[in-house]
Every structure is written in structure tokens, then in C-alpha cells.
């Protein structure tokens, strides 16, 4: 049987004297947060900790937005999509007089150490206070974008996967019965980490991400060759962040060299950010969670937490902001070799 060390870890805990988890969701939200914010706070409490929640983001650091957590009030939240905490990108928080009345209310509140769980903007400003304040924090990844250099996966990424997954099913649906070819936008910031991935699960056609340049020549070869053999039905995936400008850009570009073809656009948009987290989100926030706080058990700082071949990583923020995380090239050619 395996027995949790918590007994050392309490030991620990008193050793580095940090008595209060301040726990905040930052940037966009995604499926799998509360159930970040649930095992931040359970973990907290089950080692003896006091947990206090920030609403909206470091903007609630500022405003003194503060909550004293008790286990029954993440109680009913693992299912729920979105932040119980809400969320904002704070302008005030890159200024000094943001991040000094920040840690002057943290220091008020009696918070030690905080959790902080987001993207890349959420883990820069953290950077950017641990090296200017003496408050512990540990990062928790939780985006849709799936960009951060340092994790195989972020919390939220599956689920979106999934929710793209299912419209474009349905797309597929219309495009099969009208041999009609659909650009469908995805999200994904300055990256194409979703569009790639769903593009090999919804077996489509075709991807553009602004990792790959040229792609849109490809594209029009594909077509091409499509069109000799009187295949009209396609769904092609275009990655927001795609150099071609967006897929009503892209489509518009691509009738006037292929009239034959009948076009339509779909941008997915926001419906990628919500719903409920599939399994395998809840288990990673789940996982990261505790692991967020272990960390700070054990007096770990300016780290974010990662998973690497399924197992928890300790990253420093300076190398997971400065580094870019490189797409798998390898789907593009089974991309490829899937879509003769
Ligand atoms: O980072 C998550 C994300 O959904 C990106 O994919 C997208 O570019 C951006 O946030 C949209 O931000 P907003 O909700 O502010 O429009």
C-alpha cells in the first residue's frame, strides 16, 4: 500500500514556516482550473495549511480581493469549466505601484507563499515579483493553447481538443453531404499545437500553423490534385495565428485560384474555452495541484509545474518564458500520409 509522506511533508512545512497558500487563476480561462484550484486548496488543508482565494486574477492581489477557503467551498467544482476565481490580464500588475500595494495587501492578509495558475503572461508577472519580493510562487500551466515550454500538456488542452473535435465532426457532416470544402478557424494565440492535433483527430484534409511556413502552397497543391480527381469535400484547419491572416483570409485567397471548389467558413471561437474538463484534465489539475503545493512544502519558488512523459516536472519561470516550445513535425507528416 502507498502511504502519503505527510508527516515529513508537515515537518517540512513548519521548517520553512509557510502557514498561508494564496491560490489565483490569471489570463484566459480553461477546462480544468477549478479542479486546479480544488486540489491547491485541499492539498493546503490537508497539510495544515490556511488556503486564501484571490478573485480576478493578480487585479484581485491589488483590490485586497481576498477569500478564506474551507474544503466544502471547492465542493461541486471538478466538473465545471471556466474559473470560481474569475480571471483578468492585469494592466496594473506590470506597473511598480500594482505589484508594491500587491505584496503590501499579501503581507496584510498574512499570505506566505501563492499558486498561481495560467499561461504564459501569468507566469511572466509572477517571474518578475518573485525576483523583486520575498513571496514564494509556484506556477500551475492552465491554457487551451497547450504553448508552454517545459510541459508535454496544460490544463485545459484536452478538453478543447475534444470541444473542436465534436463541432468539427458535425462540420464534416455538412461538407461529406454538399461536396462543399469548410476552412475551420481554431484557437491556439501565436501557436498551432490545437489546430495540429485536431487536425490528425477529425482526420482532416489539411492544417496551417504559423509554425510552418509556405503551408498555403501545400495547401494549393493538395487542392489541385483534389480537384483532378472530383474530391470537393474537405475540411482544412487554420490555426488563428497562421501567417495566411485567419481562415476567412485564407478562403478568400484560395477561391479565386480554385472557382470549382464551394467554400465555407467556420471560426469555432470561444466555444473552445468552456465546458466541462474531460477526465484526463481533471486528473493532470488534479496531479499539478497537489504537486503545486508539495513544492511549496518544500520550499521550492519561481517555478511552475510541469508533466513530462506523465510525470511531474519542477520548471524554473525564467526558462519556460524565454523558451519556445517546438510543434511534433512528426503529425505533419502523419497528417500528410493520413490525407492521400
Ligand atoms: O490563450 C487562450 C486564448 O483563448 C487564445 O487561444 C486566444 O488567442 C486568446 O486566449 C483569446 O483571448 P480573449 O478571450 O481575451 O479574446
Do not use: W
Amino acid at each position: 500500500m502507498y502511504i502519503c509522506s505527510r508527516k515529513i511533508r508537515i515537518k517540512n512545512q513548519f521548517m520553512s514556516k509557510i502557514r498561508k497558500i494564496g491560490v489565483l487563476t490569471s489570463g484566459g480561462d480553461s477546462p480544468g482550473m477549478n479542479a486546479a484550484i480544488r486540489a491547491v486548496t485541499r492539498t493546503a488543508l490537508y497539510n495544515e495549511m490556511e488556503v486564501v482565494a484571490i478573485s480576478l486574477g493578480y487585479e484581485g492581489l491589488i483590490q485586497s480581493n481576498f477569500k478564506q477557503m474551507k474544503s466544502n467551498m471547492v465542493s461541486d467544482i471538478i466538473q465545471r469549466g471556466g474559473t470560481i476565481l474569475k480571471s483578468t490580464r492585469s494592466e496594473d500588475f506590470k506597473t511598480k505601484e500594482g505589484k508594491d500595494k500587491a505584496y503590501q495587501n499579501m503581507k496584510n492578509e498574512g499570505i506566505d507563499a501563492l499558486v498561481v495558475i495560467g499561461g504564459d503572461g501569468t507566469f511572466r508577472g509572477a517571474r518578475e515579483f518573485t525576483e523583486e519580493y520575498d513571496i514564494p510562487v509556484v506556477g500551475i500551466p492552465g491554457t487551451i493553447d497547450n504553448d508552454l515550454y517545459g510541459t508535454d500538456y496544460t490544463i485545459g488542452y484536452d478538453s478543447a481538443l475534444n470541444t473542436i473535435i465534436s463541432a468539427v465532426d458535425k462540420i464534416r457532416d455538412t461538407a461529406s453531404s454538399h461536396n462543399r470544402l469548410f476552412f475551420v478557424e481554431v484557437m491556439g494565440k501565436d501557436a498551432g499545437f490545437l489546430a495540429l492535433r485536431s487536425a490528425i483527430a477529425c482526420g482532416a484534409e489539411a492544417v496551417l500553423i504559423p509554425e510552418i511556413e509556405g503551408d498555403t502552397k501545400t495547401l494549393k497543391n493538395y487542392l489541385k490534385k483534389g480537384s483532378k480527381r472530383k474530391k470537393f469535400s474537405n475540411v482544412i484547419l487554420v490555426a488563428e495565428g497562421d501567417e495566411s491572416g485567419g481562415a476567412f483570409n485564407i478562403a478568400k485567397e484560395t477561391q479565386k485560384d480554385f472557382p470549382e471548389y464551394d467554400m465555407r467558413v467556420t471560426v469555432l471561437g470561444h466555444i473552445q474555452r468552456g465546458g466541462s474538463p474531460t477526465a484526463y484534465d481533471r486528473v493532470t489539475a488534479s496531479e499539478m495541484g497537489v504537486a503545486a503545493v508539495e513544492a511549496i512544502m518544500d520550499n521550492q519558488n519561481s517555478i511552475m509545474i510541469g508533466m513530462i512523459n506523465r510525470e511531474i516536472v519542477h520548471i524554473p519561470f525564467n526558462r519556460t518564458v524565454k523558451h519556445h516550445k517546438d510543434i511534433n513535425r512528426r503529425l505533419l507528416d502523419i497528417l500528410e500520409i493520413l490525407s492521400i
